[in-house]
């Protein structure tokens, strides 16, 4: 009796689950995707979708729609209420179209109460590492432990989707089908010439990583580097790069807070690149006067971040906010050039390469699929799903325009000339 009622119970719970997909997508949908039950059944009619959403058990859909969100969708992929099969960058469009669409009320009441016949399931909602962090927002011993969060998993997992040099930030594509490699190697490289280094010349990136940046810079311009960063993980791994490649005495990589560093050390040069989204846009003031501190007269700061466009506001609380960069802001590019500037920097040049960090990301998300295995070995499920769906996620915002990524050239005047060459042509050169 009790098998039966159970089998009664699954078949009641898959009769509501294609009314809530027929009425939430449409019953006449031909989207290119499909969704598939936990029985098998497909409800769609595209035959050759470009993504399959797999409903993992018959609570599945109120896990995901209940209280819907960015997070509660988030949460319910990563702890395998349903899955995405096949190119899951295309699925936030329609995430966003999900998240988007204004219903009447009779609408809204009738999802409603199809969900509330479905089961409600106990599943283990546990992240590995996940904790709150403690102390002020944007505290130095606060931000220690935002950056650890992030970027302490072991160097392997990343190394499963970077390229050999492990650069963790947008790539530069001459064209689209340039390999990873080539366009990391590219960046690095268009950043050296953006900053104009010269041999001899001192070197600070803020928020080095890896080491790639000031490893290049060393070896192809031959200017002595300073990298810094909060991570130990990443400064034990810069360093051991730094004594293979034999540059131990031109670079360096320290465990330094930017706020940290002596008033009296001066640099030629300075590039903080995908850190100022740490920063908080209550610290921008703080942030550019610190480089401006930092850097001689007539020197340059190249300053690339993502920022969210000035339009763009997002409902509700955020899925990346909590498992991915906790403290993460992204002020629009005029709130941080307003900062720069009312930090006696002159801004010279700015440029968007969102579409070069949208081709980035699911090049990322591409090597990550690959190495499944590998990642969930060294990691964990939770881990890997978190990153896969935070990683396809922001390349559907860098492509949809909610994120962009700038590089800023910000000039400290020296007795109220630039010294800078009238054109960008060696930039290009």
Same mark, same amino acid.
């Given at each position: ?8 119970? +699954? ?23 499909? =969704? ?7 409800? #769609? ?16 859909? +109120?896990?995901? @729609? ?19 099969? #096949? ?22 009441? +009738? ?6 016949? /479905? ?45 050999? &040099? ?22 690095? !490289?268009?950043?050296? &010439? ?48 730094? *004594?293979?490649? &034999? /540059?131990?005495? *031109? ?16 640099? !030629? ?23 401006? &501190? ?7 700061? /190249? ?16 899925? $990346? ?20 500037? !009312? ?38 499920? =939770?881990?890997?799903?978190?990153? *896969? ?8 915002? @860098? ?5 962009? $990524? ?13 010294? /800078? ?9």
């Amino acid at each position: 009796m009790a098998l039966r009622e159970k089998t009664w119970h +699954r078949q009641d719970a898959l009769h509501q689950s294609i009314s809530f997909l027929d009425l939430l997508f449409g019953y006449d949908s031909t989207d290119n995707y499909q =969704v598939r039950l936990w029985d098998g059944t497909v409800w #769609g009619k595209a035959r050759e979708p470009q993504f399959t959403l797999v409903l993992n058990h018959p609570g599945a859909l +109120r896990s995901m @729609f209940l209280s819907p969100s960015q997070l509660t969708l988030g949460e319910a992929f990563i702890f395998r209420d349903f899955d995405v099969e #096949g190119d899951i960058e295309a699925a936030f469009w329609l995430a966003d179209r999900l998240l988007n669409t204004q219903r009447g009320l009779a609408e809204s009441l +009738r999802l409603r109460a199809i969900l509330a016949k /479905l089961p409600s399931e106990l599943r283990p909602r546990a992240v590995p590492r996940y904790g709150q962090l403690r102390g002020s927002q944007h505290s130095r011993e606060r931000d220690r432990q935002a950056v650890r969060y992030h970027y302490d998993l072991p160097p392997e997992f990343f190394s499963l989707f970077l390229d050999t &040099r492990m650069v963790y930030s947008c790539a530069y594509f001459v064209s689209p089908d340039i390999e990873l490699e080539i366009a990391q190697q590219s960046k690095l !490289d268009y950043i050296c &010439r953006k900053l104009r280094l010269r041999p001899g010349e001192r070197f600070l990136d803020i928020g080095c990583g890896w080491g790639a940046l000031i490893v290049w810079a060393a070896e192809h311009y031959g200017v002595r580097s300073l990298g810094i960063t909060l991570s130990p993980t990443q400064a034990q791994v810069a360093n051991d790069r730094i *004594r293979a490649a &034999r /540059l131990s005495d *031109r670079c360096q990589v320290m465990i330094c807070d930017y706020r940290e560093l002596s008033p009296a050390t001066e640099f !030629d040069k300075i590039a903080s690149v995908g850190m100022v989204e740490h920063v908080g846009e209550a610290h921008l003031p703080e942030y550019f006067s610190s480089a401006y &501190r930092l850097l001689r007269p007539g020197g340059v700061f /190249l300053n690339h971040g993502i920022a969210r466009a000035a339009t763009y506001h997002r409902e509700g609380p955020s899925f $990346i906010d909590k498992y991915v960069f906790p403290d993460g802001d992204l002020p629009p590019i005029n709130v941080m050039l307003r900062a720069a500037e !009312d930090n006696r920097f002159e801004v010279r040049d700015v440029e968007n390469l969102g579409d070069h960090y949208a081709l980035t990301l699911h090049n990322w998300v591409k090597r990550l699929e690959q190495n499944a295995a590998d990642a969930v070995r060294i990691t964990d499920d =939770v881990t890997y799903r978190i990153w *896969r769906l935070y990683m396809a996620g922001s390349a559907h915002w @860098f492509r949809s325009g909610k994120l962009n $990524i700038f590089q800023s050239l910000l000039l400290k005047a020296e007795d109220g000339e630039s010294h /800078l060459p009238l054109t960008r042509k060696d930039w290009y050169q």
